[in-house]
């Protein structure tokens, strides 16, 4: 039977009232995802110019080829340098508005892979000669790191770069087919220069191991492959991803640079080619941990567009079970769907603010690597590594089940998450594999295991602010073996389980050292990783403050609901240490873990009349969503029709294809049908 209301008007309805309905100031809860109401009006003024400006349209980029997503990415990019230069914008306002056309860029790995890595680690001498010229982008660069046989693996890269005391030159050199970089975002077409990761081999042919120079990679005056250089594209990534953007590989055969072009801030050779060690080995990683801080905050606000969209979508579509007047039921009331999206919701709000804190800790630690301080060195690099995994793992999980909530719809391109999904899906293999990356994790949490119970007294002065978790295994307080609800809707008693949890983990790891399941060190690295975050947590909670009160009690909801929903995934951990008692002798089996399920599904019920007020928070306009199925005023099924009428498919009533193929596979039948009746 038909509806006996108009589906495609009662969208609008929804979502007015939906809207009307949110008691939090979006306004207020805004200014604090922003960090201040000058930095959203900032943010503004760059939005109104792009998305008023012809040349970034966005109407039919899903029919482009890729040359022409390529091609047209540059013509993004060269428009926002003539735009800076036009409005007065400064260096991170170009950037910000580089980051808000939400297209892969090549001139993305410039600003975030070459560029501070080169001013980060270069040699006075060097920055003096060409950080002005990377500044103005006379220099087009990119970061020559991941080779065809190696990835995260660094210390066994293959390319060399042999020092030559005679000419006082290195000798870059690709000595076989699996040395060849690879990957390498705008070295394809597009990178003049590169900062190249190479096995430094000193005159006596020892080596010293991966550092890093600047090579010429482009002529400046026709952009032509300078000599004994083999450079090109790898060709389209999977689903389409990464399209605007030129991946490439590059082949060096003994080319020459001079010796000034090895980035020696820290580690350098003596013009008679002895080496002087850097003060901390891993000093060369500095680019990387660069772009891992950076990644949470991208995460955040990545994983926000997916919250905003599908949310939008399930408070507008109707379907299923009747309501008392009629109406099918608005999706987003389905447990089903809300526990999917609200603990989406909940880890954007996490990774926007977490990565604030993490970009404030890179640049200090930035700040004192330029001094010699190497102190906060490892502590980063562990931070980091655990992060990068969670946050990417997170997002590319996050954008998946967003996009299959929204159905069959879900799946046209004008949804707009499976672009986004494609575009952000090579992040869990950045460095390679996240399950390689999470070793590096769990090094660290046994180092720091250890340095604590090797001192002739464990205390907690011993341990960094990353590994606090592990003052449990010094005085470990009881639990009891369910929890109230009550209890559960405090958030210290989450923090302090996801903490007691790592320490556990870890405390069993190093106990058991010479015999270990396969999966340890993902079980490890996360739950370590969760704990940080929990951590942090704390501190984003005391933060709210200033907000208003009401909009603060719905924001610690938020908050809550992340912890709440990462100790239910930790739950096989809590049961096996036995945190959780599910059993008692000579009694019923019950679960104590049902208190939290219940708690969680309270308070998404509780956060559900917010969502549409905590989503536009996030602040995104119709153009920077790009999605049919997330409009602001809920006309989705409008949008959707109109997104259709636009493919080049429907340009003409009969296809091409029809005089192709169409007319002889029809005739083709239609001589069967004759012959095999004439028989009769």
Not at 263 to 292: C, N, W
Request: net charge neutral.
């Amino acid at each position: 039977m038909s509806p006996q209301y108009d589906v495609n008007e009662q969208t609008w309805i929804d979502m007015a009232r939906a809207r009307n309905g949110s008691s939090i100031s979006v306004e207020n809860v805004r200014d604090f995802l922003y960090h201040g109401r000058q930095e959203w009006l900032a943010r503004s003024r760059i939005v109104s110019i792009l998305e008023h400006d012809p040349v970034f349209d966005k109407s039919n980029r899903d029919f482009l080829s890729r040359t022409e997503r390529y091609e047209r990415g540059l013509a993004f990019t060269n428009h926002i340098f003539e735009l800076q230069h036009v409005h007065n914008w400064s260096e991170d306002e170009t950037k910000l508005a580089i980051s808000v056309l939400d297209e892969p860029l090549s001139i993305g790995l410039h600003n975030i892979a070459f560029q501070p890595v080169f001013m980060q680690q270069a040699g006075p001498v060097l920055v003096k000669k060409y950080g002005h010229l990377i500044a103005a982008r006379t220099i087009f660069g990119c970061y020559l790191q991941t080779e065809l046989g190696h990835g995260t693996n660094v210390s066994r890269l293959e390319t060399t770069a042999t020092f030559v005391p005679a000419t006082q030159e290195f000798e870059i050199h690709s000595p076989t087919l699996t040395s060849s970089k690879w990957w390498i975002g705008a070295l394809g077409k597009t990178a003049t220069h590169g900062v190249v990761q190479a096995k430094l081999v000193l005159p006596d042919g020892k080596d010293a191991g991966p550092h890093l120079f600047f090579v010429q990679l482009r002529s400046l005056d026709d952009h032509s492959v300078l000599p004994n250089i083999t450079i090109g594209d790898i060709g389209p990534k999977a689903l389409a991803g990464f399209a605007p953007t030129d991946n490439g590989f590059a082949r060096f055969n003994h080319v020459r640079i001079p010796k000034e072009n090895m980035l020696s801030g820290f580690a350098q050779v003596t013009d008679e080619g002895e080496y002087l060690k850097p003060p901390h080995a891993k000093l060369s990683y500095g680019g990387m941990l660069y772009i891992r801080a950076n990644m949470v905050t991208g995460g955040g606000w990545l994983i926000a567009k997916a919250a905003t969209v599908s949310i939008r979508y399930a408070t507008v579509r109707r379907q299923g079970e009747s309501t008392s007047n009629g109406f099918e039921k608005q999706i987003i009331n389905y447990p089903s769907v809300y526990y999917r999206l609200l603990p989406i919701l909940s880890r954007a709000y996490m990774f926007i603010q977490l990565g604030r804190t993490l970009t404030k800790a890179f640049n200090t630690m930035a700040e004192g690597l330029k001094k010699g301080d190497t102190s906060l060195l490892a502590e980063m690099h562990a931070t980091t590594s655990g992060l990068k995994i969670y946050v990417s793992t997170s997002g590319v999980q996050d954008l998946e089940t967003a996009r299959r909530s929204m159905g069959g719809h879900g799946y046209s391109a004008f949804a707009g998450l499976g672009r986004l999904y494609a575009d952000y899906l090579p992040s869990v293999t950045y460095e390679g594999d996240n399950f390689v990356l999470d070793q590096q994790v769990v090094r660290s949490a046994l180092k720091s295991y250890h340095q604590l119970f090797s001192a002739k007294t464990p205390s907690v002065a011993l341990l960094s602010p990353s590994s606090s978790y592990l003052r449990f295994l010094i005085s470990r307080p009881s639990v009891a073996p369910s929890l109230s609800a009550q209890e559960l809707r405090d958030p210290a008693t989450a923090i302090y389980l996801l903490e007691l949890r790592a320490a556990l983990i870890v405390h069993e790891h190093a106990q058991h050292a010479a015999d270990q399941d396969a999966s340890v060190n993902q079980r490890v690295s996360k739950a370590v990783t969760e704990a940080f975050i929990a951590m942090q947590v704390r501190g984003m909670i005391d933060g709210l403050i200033a907000l208003q009160e009401k909009d603060r009690v719905v924001v610690t909801k938020v908050f809550l609901l992340f912890l709440l929903t990462t100790i239910e995934g930790g739950l096989v951990d809590l049961l096996s240490f036995g945190i959780f008692r599910p059993l008692e002798p000579g009694s019923v089996a019950t679960d104590s873990t049902r208190a939290i399920r219940l708690t969680i599904k309270q308070l998404c019920e509780e956060l559900l009349p917010e969502a549409i007020g905590l989503t536009d928070a996030f602040g995104f306009t119709d153009w920077e969503l790009d999605s049919a199925l997330g409009v602001h005023n809920g006309k989705v099924y409008e949008a959707l029709w109109n997104c259709a009428q636009r493919e080049p498919l429907n340009k003409t009533t009969i296809p091409a294809a029809y005089e192709q193929s169409i007319k002889h596979i029809l005739g083709r039948g239609k001589a069967a049908v004759f012959a095999a009746q004439s028989k009769l």
